[in-house]
């Protein structure tokens, strides 16, 4: 039982992080390694901001997530809106190479030690079988509100409309009048934003070091293939799944081994339904 | 001063064995099309099964047959071919970015089986007591030398075989399928075959080249198979050119020097960490730049096969 809860907070943060590495893939058309170097950059920010500002965590966690996001925008400017009339081959490369631009300012600028959040998790609950901290329903709660607050931003605001039409079919889109660039850009910003959340979460729940963003990406292109790339609910099934996955699998066999799992549930899900496991369509190739 | 020539040597060796990597990844990835990002992990089967099969003693570890050098290259070699043909079996059924995730994923299963199956791999401690071939020919520092010209001896050899396969109907034939799969297997070619043994011939190469990764770093830990190794080789090959011939080995070459110079000044203490990130700053940006300003690459395809037809012709 304590497995399932553990499982489900893993789940929901990685399943905040694959939410946004997919809209990237989605609208963008590539696969940004990077990725797992912006949530490092979430998780060190918010350790900057509760451990040497002093803030609230939660103020703290939005901070992280809203100059995380800008930067995210800054590096689509600067670095990814160049090489895209590149196709997705360049643009993979780029995301590499940005990803290791970063890993080395990230260590550069805040060390490669190994720190941890100088934050409580709360009061313990005892609930008969389980034991749940306040910190862990919160993170739930709140990666639950985001990704609902997210799903009413895609579905009910206008941008919303704009980022699906552009996800679906961006020459079609750019032909009815949807500015292209400005839907780039708030994708950028708020799937960069996700990944600082996520960060800040993987930071709490674990410790903050540099080589966070690798470990993560691994997993994170895990849930999204297992997801199937395209569809954001897909997606997010995916992400509670390998988090329940990876914890309940602790139960027979150790823990070291939580990688290996999330990537056995990959591969077997690839034997069994190549195309994903909520995908509608068949796999686009690259 | 003979220091700095010493690790100059060092840097060309390690060049070297990135120049071999990328050529055979040219292979697979620039004619065959697969582009494969868990070389790390068949690089690391056939490193752990040679050092495995080669050691003697049987300290902290249930398995030590003590096999002469050549044998553990070879079983290395097939090791990883075998590993290679389970890997391609269940990620060729996926094309474009799922075969890349789905190789990056068996990657990373490799390196963790290195690190949880302590009795077999030494786990993290991994083995650093071995010998290295014609060790007792030559003295200490001589023995760079050795490697180097051994290497070096090697990227030529591995060069001609690249050549010759690029040119031969073989080499036609995968960058065929690459760029239009239907014509190939309308013309009678059985794709996927071909894809799955090209996988396969790339894996028993990533093997054979391991142990002069081993020799060459002198000890064999999970924390060398890591993907870092994956990216370092496909930057080179990148840099280089991505399908030309000559690419691959004038790519490794100079990422090599532009990432170590860093380390050259590695000795000055607390800035230590700093330049071994710097050594990471480097490589980003280079790769960056080169994909925007030169996205084919120093040398291309075009280039590379431009006589190609008329050679046929003749």
Redesign the interface.
């Known amino acids: 039982m304590q497995n399932i809860i553990f499982g489900l907070v893993t789940g929901s943060i990685l399943a905040i992080a694959t939410v946004g590495f997919s809209m990237i893939r989605q609208t963008e058309g590539f696969?940004n390694i990077a990725h797992g170097q912006l949530l490092t950059l979430g998780a060190f920010l918010g350790y900057f901001f509760v451990a040497t500002v002093e803030m609230n965590v939660f103020l703290a966690g939005l901070a992280a997530m809203v100059l995380v996001g800008l930067i995210g925008v800054l590096l689509a400017i600067v670095?990814f809106r160049?090489?895209a009339k590149?196709?997705?081959?360049?643009q993979?490369?780029?995301s590499?190479?940005?990803?290791?631009?970063?890993?080395?300012?990230i260590?550069?600028i805040f060390?490669?030690n190994v720190t941890f959040f100088p934050t409580g998790f709360g009061r313990r609950l005892d609930l008969g079988p389980v034991n749940v901290t306040v910190g862990e329903i919160l993170i739930v709660v709140v990666a639950a509100v985001v990704v609902g607050l997210l799903a009413l931003f895609l579905t009910q605001t206008r941008l919303g409309t704009w980022i699906r039409a552009t996800a679906s079919n961006p020459e079609l889109a750019r032909l009815r009048g949807i500015p292209v660039n400005r839907v780039s850009y708030a994708v950028w910003f708020v799937a960069s934003a996700l990944a600082g959340l996520a960060g800040v979460m993987v930071g709490l729940i674990g410790n903050v070091h540099s080589e966070l963003g690798?470990t993560q990406i691994?997993i994170i292109?895990?849930a999204?293939?297992l997801g199937g790339l395209g569809s954001i609910y897909g997606v997010l099934a995916a992400g509670l799944l390998l988090g329940l996955a990876m914890d309940l699998s602790a139960l027979i066999i150790?823990t070291?081994?939580r990688?290996?799992v999330a990537?056995?549930v990959?591969?077997l899900g690839?034997?069994l339904r190549?195309q994903g496991l909520f995908a509608a369509k068949g796999?686009r190739?690259? | 001063m003979s220091g700095v020539i010493l690790f100059l040597v060092g840097v060309v060796t390690l060049a070297g064995i990135y120049a071999i990597l990328a050529m055979i990844l040219n292979l697979e990835a620039g004619w065959a099309g697969m582009w494969d990002l868990g070389l790390a992990g068949l690089v690391a089967v056939g490193g752990y099964v040679f050092i495995i099969t080669t050691q003697t003693t049987h300290e902290d570890v249930i398995f030590a047959p003590g096999w002469p050098m050549w044998a553990g290259a070879i079983a290395g070699s097939l090791a990883a071919g075998i590993a290679a043909l389970i890997i391609g079996i269940p990620s060729l059924r996926v094309r474009g970015e799922y075969f890349l995730i789905t190789t990056l994923a068996f990657a990373e299963v490799i390196r963790q089986l290195s690190i949880n199956l302590g009795t077999i791999t030494r786990g993290t401690v991994g083995f650093n007591q071995f010998s290295r071939p014609f060790e007792g020919l030559v003295s200490g520092s001589g023995y760079r030398w050795l490697l180097l010209a051994l290497v070096w001896a090697i990227v030529l050899l591995v060069y001609l075989l690249m050549r010759r396969l690029g040119h031969s109907p073989y080499g036609r034939l995968l960058r065929g399928f690459r760029d239009n799969d239907p014509v190939a297997r309308s013309l009678g070619k059985h794709t996927n075959r071909h894809r799955l043994q090209t996988f396969v011939l790339a894996g028993l190469m990533y093997g054979a080249v391991a142990p002069l990764y081993v020799w060459f770093i002198r000890t064999v830990t999970p924390s060398l198979f890591t993907s870092e190794v994956t990216f370092v080789t496909w930057t080179a090959l990148v840099i280089g050119g991505i399908a030309s011939l000559r690419g691959p080995v004038i790519g490794a070459a100079i990422l090599l020097i532009v990432t170590e110079a860093a380390a050259l000044a590695q000795g000055l203490g607390e800035m230590a960490v700093v330049l071994a990130s710097v050594r990471f700053i480097v490589l980003g940006l280079v790769l960056i730049l080169v994909m925007r300003f030169r996205p084919e690459g120093l040398a291309n395809e075009r280039d590379a096969f431009a006589n190609a037809s008329r050679r046929v012709e003749a």
């Open positions: 696969i670095v160049p090489v590149s196709g997705p081959l360049a993979l490369f780029t590499i190479g940005l990803a290791y631009l970063l890993f080395g300012l260590r550069v060390g490669a690798w691994l292109l895990a999204a293939v150790p070291s081994y990688t290996v990537f056995g990959l591969i690839l034997l190549p796999r190739e690259a």
